[in-house]
């Protein structure tokens, strides 16, 4: 049995004046956490990955589908059962200078623990029990309790959020761009410190939508595209032979320090220096110039998205043979067209996830129309 | 040279004193030339971008000087800047998706501040144009509200409004930042196409991704705690770093495609000092694994090699030879003599002060891990 298991989670979101239209921002998502395992769930904003989080912390019910949490379906825990859950499963979010009230100290986040979870321990154990917890995440107490919020760097604040969570009989932890507010030079700890924690048996949902990020860390990669899973797997598998289009696309447009986005060669291609070099010193160019230079399939962002919108069926390929991230960000619902359909269940059975089939052991890809 | 920065100091005015956010910077950039900066939160570079652009009223020009075209750029005057803004200085700002005025539309938005600037709006309409086609926008989004527009979108629109009146020196400050890769992609392309097609002459990429410096930059100049540490082709920077901030930065980036189970990264232990006020010497001093007894002096900003500039004692020693080092100690002489060396005198500061043991060198601030990063060599 695996720690957390998500059954064909789905979710349906009404937007639009009056909830008229709905959004499926989830479409059978399945897959399971272990014991010990970082899972890393990659995809763009507006990719679903963060409502899978709330959804895996209880604090957005799904529209169809299962969670189950060490066999238990937490659909069914009600109130009671809620806060045991939030003793076992915990959430640490991306902006750690709005996780704190500024006009509090910061170490009031250890006292809401244990007025809640912990009323009856005496106060000396209680600070050895803090003092623990805050060892693990690698920092001295002296330098972090009785401070305030804009005392603290990122790092203290978010490793402090860590160590919240590990003062409960935490299992799981829902990890979500933990990262991506730190700076360059205190992430690395940070990220250090979850694969301390998994060595120590703690599942955790890392998501991401760094895929750097997520190649350090993880053991297990799913990649994630308007809601659906197209590729997921051991993560040297995904990462280091990826099936899908979507996949590549992504790899491509990672900056890497020795290669340059061109050598790479998917989606766009690099009009050599001193080619488009023209026009007098006030910048003005001329018209026929700019038409040969506009019709060059330089960039992604000039192909999709522009006034008629390309939808998934008409994408036009460009110079490396692959359509544009751009064109694949154009999913059907979001352009505006006949009344969109009124269940959630319609919309979902409108728009099924695509199969995954296995190309090879631990490596699943859904299938591309 | 476009722009010439000679010994710039920035400093923001608090009831504590001032805080020297900018610390005497001199650099140039190239026409035609992407300069990457790059450093931590709190080093002093979106200070530093925005001065050249606009000093806020906390703000203050406390020396040096800013040559635009050869023209000195009156950044501590506001009223003198105005006619150079939008014209020969633009910004992109760093929340450039929330920087346009949501109760304009953005085609009204942009004829008032062209009436600002003293530029009819039909002398620019066609060109403004052609440029929202080219960075792929609708042509209706002259009409409409902010609000209506993707935060993509928005990025886009401002940065054609901020360049429309092809400006000499363009700063962008953390474009790429809160966006995916994908998106980021695209805007650090459209970036160079910008440049490619002369709607600007410089620009200056502020960022702490050295990862999308080393795709859209031609030099990166590294900042840390109001000073630079170096600068060089953006290339070299990458490939052979010489100074220690710049090597542990980048030797604390996860690259994709790279197995680390066996060999971890690892971060830099402690926090950079306060610039209220800054430790003497070295100010990456107190963190650097490679401090020394000259790093309690101030080290020079200098060219080590051919277009290599860097301001550290170790990369002095190890290129040039311990005797450089004591002859950096006489003042009168010459300096250190490495290749390349002597077009810039290096500051020679008070000679024997604090020429103690590297650990009481700097001050350690009041972060974490305080004391570990100031291992002996």
């Given at each position: 049995?695996?720690?957390?298991?998500?059954?064909?989670?789905?979710?349906?979101?009404?937007?639009?004046?009056?909830?008229?239209?709905?959004?499926?921002?989830?479409?059978?998502?399945?897959?399971?956490?272990?014991?010990?395992?970082?899972?890393?769930?990659?995809?763009?904003?507006?990719?679903?990955?963060?409502?899978?989080?709330?959804?895996?912390?209880?604090?957005?019910?799904?529209?169809?589908?299962?969670?189950?949490?060490?066999?238990?379906?937490?659909?069914?825990?009600?109130?009671?059962?809620?806060?045991?859950?939030?003793?076992?499963?915990?959430?640490?979010?991306?902006?750690?200078?709005?996780?704190?009230?500024?006009?509090?100290?910061?170490?009031?986040?250890?006292?809401?623990?244990?007025?809640?979870?912990?009323?009856?321990?005496?106060?000396?154990?209680?600070?050895?029990?803090?003092?623990?917890?805050?060892?693990?995440?690698?920092?001295?107490?002296?330098?972090?309790?009785?401070?305030?919020?804009?005392?603290?760097?990122?790092?203290?604040?978010?490793?402090?959020?860590?160590?919240?969570?590990?003062?409960?009989?935490?299992?799981?932890?829902v990890a979500d761009e933990i990262i991506s507010m730190?700076?360059?030079?205190?992430?690395?700890?940070?990220?250090?410190?979850?694969?301390?924690?998994?060595?120590?048996?703690?599942?955790?949902?890392?998501?991401?939508?760094?895929?750097?990020?997520?190649?350090?860390?993880?053991?297990?990669?799913?990649?994630?595209?308007?809601?659906?899973?197209?590729?997921?797997?051991?993560?040297?598998?995904?990462?280091?032979?990826?099936?899908?289009?979507?996949?590549?696309?992504?790899?491509?447009?990672?900056?890497?320090?020795?290669?340059?986005?061109?050598?790479?060669?998917?989606?766009?291609?690099?009009?050599?220096?001193?080619?488009?070099?023209?026009?007098?010193?006030?910048?003005?160019?001329?018209?026929?110039?700019?038409?040969?230079?506009?019709?060059?399939?330089?960039?992604?962002?000039?192909?999709?998205r522009g006034g008629s919108g390309g939808p998934l069926?008409?994408?036009?390929?460009?110079?490396?043979?692959?359509?544009?991230?751009?064109?694949?960000?154009?999913?059907?619902?979001?352009?505006?067209?006949?009344?969109?359909?009124?269940?959630?269940?319609?919309?979902?059975?409108?728009?099924?996830?695509?199969?995954?089939?296995?190309?090879?052991?631990?490596?699943?890809?859904?299938?591309?129309? | 040279?476009?722009?010439?920065?000679?010994?710039?100091?920035?400093?923001?005015?608090?009831?504590?004193?001032?805080?020297?956010?900018?610390?005497?910077?001199?650099?140039?950039?190239?026409?035609?030339?992407?300069?990457?900066?790059?450093?931590?939160?709190?080093?002093?570079?979106?200070?530093?971008?925005?001065?050249?652009?606009?000093?806020?009223?906390?703000?203050?020009?406390?020396?040096?000087?800013?040559?635009?075209?050869?023209?000195?750029?009156?950044?501590?005057?506001?009223?003198?800047?105005?006619?150079?803004?939008?014209?020969?200085?633009?910004?992109?700002?760093?929340?450039?998706?929330?920087?346009?005025?949501?109760?304009?539309?953005?085609?009204?938005?942009?004829?008032?501040?062209?009436?600002?600037?003293?530029?009819?709006?039909?002398?620019?309409?066609?060109?403004?144009?052609?440029?929202?086609?080219?960075?792929?926008?609708?042509?209706?989004?002259?009409?409409?509200?902010?609000?209506?527009?993707?935060?993509?979108?928005?990025?886009?629109?401002?940065?054609?409004?901020?360049?429309?009146?092809?400006?000499?020196?363009?700063?962008?400050?953390?474009?790429?930042?809160?966006?995916?890769?994908?998106?980021?992609?695209?805007?650090?392309?459209?970036?160079?196409?910008?440049?490619?097609?002369?709607?600007?002459?410089?620009?200056?990429?502020?960022?702490?991704?050295?990862?999308?410096?080393?795709?859209?930059?031609?030099?990166?100049?590294?900042?840390?705690?109001?000073?630079?540490?170096?600068?060089?082709?953006?290339?070299?920077?990458?490939?052979?770093?010489?100074?220690?901030?710049?090597?542990?930065?980048?030797?604390?980036?996860?690259?994709?495609?790279?197995?680390?189970?066996?060999?971890?990264?690892?971060?830099?232990?402690?926090?950079?000092?306060?610039?209220?006020?800054?430790?003497?010497?070295?100010?990456?001093?107190?963190?650097?694994?490679?401090?020394?007894?000259?790093?309690?002096?101030?080290?020079?900003?200098?060219?080590?090699?051919?277009?290599?500039?860097?301001?550290?004692?170790?990369?002095?020693?190890?290129?040039?030879?311990?005797?450089?080092?004591?002859?950096?100690?006489?003042?009168?002489?010459?300096?250190?003599?490495?290749?390349?060396?002597?077009?810039?005198?290096?500051?020679?500061?008070?000679?024997?002060?604090?020429?103690?043991?590297?650990?009481?060198?700097?001050?350690?601030?009041?972060?974490?891990?305080?004391?570990?990063?100031?291992?002996?060599?």
């Amino acid at each position: 049995m695996s720690l957390l298991e998500l059954d064909k989670v789905s979710k349906v979101y009404k937007t639009g004046t009056f909830g008229g239209e709905l959004k499926p921002a989830l479409r059978e998502v399945s897959f399971n956490i272990d014991k010990g395992e970082v899972i890393s769930l990659i995809g763009q904003s507006g990719s679903g990955k963060s409502t899978l989080g709330k959804i895996i912390l209880h604090l957005v019910p799904p529209t169809s589908g299962t969670v189950r949490f060490e066999g238990t379906d937490i659909s069914a825990i009600g109130k009671a059962g809620l806060r045991d859950y939030y003793r076992r499963v915990q959430g640490v979010f991306q902006d750690p200078f709005s996780s704190y009230n500024p006009l509090y100290k910061a170490d009031r986040v250890f006292d809401m623990v244990k007025s809640v979870y912990f009323p009856g321990v005496r106060g000396t154990d209680w600070q050895a029990k803090v003092e623990a917890a805050l060892e693990s995440v690698t920092l001295n107490p002296g330098d972090v309790l009785n401070k305030f919020p804009h005392q603290l760097s990122g790092g203290q604040q978010q490793r402090l959020l860590i160590a919240r969570a590990l003062l409960l009989d935490v299992r799981l932890l829902v990890a979500d761009e933990i990262i991506s507010m730190l700076d360059a030079s205190t992430r690395v700890d940070v990220l250090n410190l979850l694969v301390d924690l998994k060595r120590r048996g703690l599942g955790i949902l890392f998501i991401t939508h760094d895929l750097s990020l997520g190649n350090y860390i993880s053991d297990q990669t799913v990649i994630l595209r308007q809601g659906v899973v197209v590729e997921m797997g051991e993560t040297p598998k995904v990462l280091g032979n990826p099936q899908h289009t979507y996949t590549k696309s992504l790899l491509a447009a990672v900056p890497q320090l020795h290669k340059k986005w061109g050598e790479l060669g998917a989606g766009a291609t690099v009009i050599p220096a001193g080619e488009v070099r023209a026009g007098s010193s006030n910048g003005k160019i001329a018209h026929d110039e700019v038409g040969r230079y506009s019709k060059s399939p330089l960039h992604p962002l000039r192909q999709g998205r522009g006034g008629s919108g390309g939808p998934l069926s008409s994408v036009t390929k460009t110079a490396g043979g692959r359509p544009s991230l751009m064109e694949l960000e154009d999913a059907p619902w979001q352009r505006r067209g006949p009344k969109a359909k009124k269940s959630p269940s319609a919309v979902l059975s409108a728009y099924p996830a695509p199969p995954l089939q296995e190309c090879e052991a631990g490596h699943f890809v859904a299938t591309e129309s | 040279m476009t722009l010439e920065v000679d010994k710039l100091q920035i400093s923001y005015r608090t009831l504590r004193g001032d805080v020297r956010a900018v610390d005497g910077v001199s650099f140039a950039v190239d026409d035609g030339e992407i300069m990457g900066l790059a450093g931590e939160s709190g080093c002093g570079k979106s200070t530093l971008g925005n001065s050249l652009v606009y000093l806020e009223g906390r703000m203050k020009h406390a020396g040096g000087t800013v040559r635009l075209d050869g023209e000195v750029l009156p950044i501590s005057d506001q009223r003198a800047m105005g006619r150079y803004r939008l014209k020969r200085v633009s910004i992109i700002p760093q929340y450039a998706m929330s920087a346009l005025n949501p109760t304009r539309k953005v085609g009204r938005m942009t004829a008032e501040l062209l009436k600002s600037r003293g530029v009819r709006y039909d002398s620019v309409e066609e060109e403004l144009k052609r440029r929202i086609d080219l960075v792929g926008l609708p042509q209706g989004v002259l009409g409409m509200y902010p609000f209506e527009l993707s935060g993509g979108m928005r990025q886009r629109a401002t940065m054609v409004i901020s360049t429309l009146l092809d400006p000499s020196l363009l700063v962008a400050d953390e474009v790429t930042s809160a966006l995916d890769v994908s998106t980021q992609r695209a805007v650090g392309e459209m970036l160079m196409e910008f440049r490619d097609e002369r709607f600007v002459k410089t620009i200056i990429v502020i960022t702490h991704d050295l990862s999308i410096l080393a795709q859209v930059a031609d030099t990166i100049t590294v900042m840390y705690a109001g000073k630079l540490v170096e600068k060089a082709p953006a290339a070299t920077v990458v490939g052979e770093p010489l100074h220690p901030y710049t090597q542990a930065l980048l030797a604390s980036l996860p690259e994709v495609g790279v197995r680390y189970e066996d060999a971890p990264l690892a971060g830099i232990p402690g926090r950079p000092p306060s610039l209220l006020h800054p430790p003497a010497g070295c100010r990456f001093g107190a963190r650097c694994p490679f401090a020394f007894e000259k790093c309690s002096q101030d080290p020079p900003f200098m060219e080590l090699r051919p277009g290599h500039e860097v301001a550290c004692w170790k990369a002095v020693r190890d290129i040039g030879g311990t005797s450089v080092l004591a002859e950096a100690d006489q003042p009168g002489t010459e300096g250190p003599a490495g290749p390349g060396a002597g077009s810039e005198v290096p500051a020679v500061p008070r000679p024997g002060a604090q020429l103690a043991s590297p650990t009481s060198a700097v001050s350690p601030g009041p972060g974490e891990w305080t004391g570990q990063g100031t291992g002996q060599p």
